[in-house]
């Protein structure tokens, strides 16, 4: 099993649902974090959380919402889905300073 | 907004030749700094780290880091075409315990057999 998963892998969803996306982790990390990647734009930080009761808003939080279940779970939810929210979305975990991360398979988003 | 430069590329080097990829970041503080590759339509991997200024070799792969110029760059020696992919730089923010990465938008790297 991989160290990090998300789900679903591939989701098309029309514009105005609310879509949740999921991610779990064994790897034991406390951190976690939400990306989105865009054709020239690269990664970009939506969500990350520290701890169960910590969760900082990134450089482009408008439009998505998180929960942190529990330290191995964190969630990713699009309250009212629109069509440039279509990008690929990555969780990312790591076990702190001076350390990288490690990613999940990404979850291929598309709004129609 | 720390900012983390890279070519965006394509570099396109033959079977063999030595791939070099550079990244430049504006946070003088930072202390560490990460390459990923990335095939298409894959998550990022982790594929070199480096902390202290100089060299860093890891089998065909060499990270060097200057930090008075705040320059990163990988070296890939003897590339392969399985070296073809998507190279991104990351750099923390310095300070605190609010710790997380700004990443390049990568050099596309494309190796002709």
């Known amino acids: 099993d991989a160290d990090v998963t998300q789900t679903p892998r591939n989701r098309i969803t029309k514009t105005g649902k609310r879509i949740m996306l999921e991610c779990s982790q064994t790897?034991?990390?406390?951190?976690m974090y939400w990306y989105r990647q865009d054709p020239g734009l690269g990664l970009r930080l939506i969500y990350y959380s520290f701890d169960v009761k910590d969760i900082n808003k990134g450089e482009i939080s408008d439009g998505y919402s998180v929960s942190r279940q529990a330290q191995a779970k964190f969630s990713l939810s699009l309250e009212s889905a629109i069509p440039n929210q279509t990008a690929l979305y990555f969780c990312?975990?790591?076990?702190?300073?001076?350390?990288?991360?490690?990613f999940g398979s990404g979850t291929r988003l598309t709004v129609v | 907004q720390k900012e983390v430069e890279q070519n965006s590329g394509p570099l396109s080097v033959p079977e063999g030749a030595i791939a070099s990829l550079n990244c430049t970041y504006s946070?003088?503080?930072?202390?560490?700094f990460f390459w990923y590759r990335q095939y298409s339509g894959k998550s990022p991997e982790l594929i070199m780290s480096?902390?202290?200024?100089g060299d860093k070799e890891d089998g065909r792969f060499t990270a060097q880091l200057n930090k008075a110029s705040q320059y990163v760059s990988l070296l890939i020696r003897d590339s392969q075409p399985s070296d073809s992919a998507t190279y991104l730089c990351?750099?923390?923010?310095?300070?605190?315990?609010?710790?997380?990465?700004?990443f390049g938008k990568g050099t596309l790297l494309t190796v002709n057999p």
């Open positions: 990351a750099v923390p923010n310095s300070g605190g315990s609010n710790y997380k990465l700004t």
């Open positions: 946070d003088r503080g930072s202390q560490s």
């Open positions: 790897k034991g990390h406390d951190r």
């Open positions: 480096i902390y202290s200024n």
């Open positions: 990312a975990t790591s076990v702190g300073q001076g350390h990288g991360y490690t």
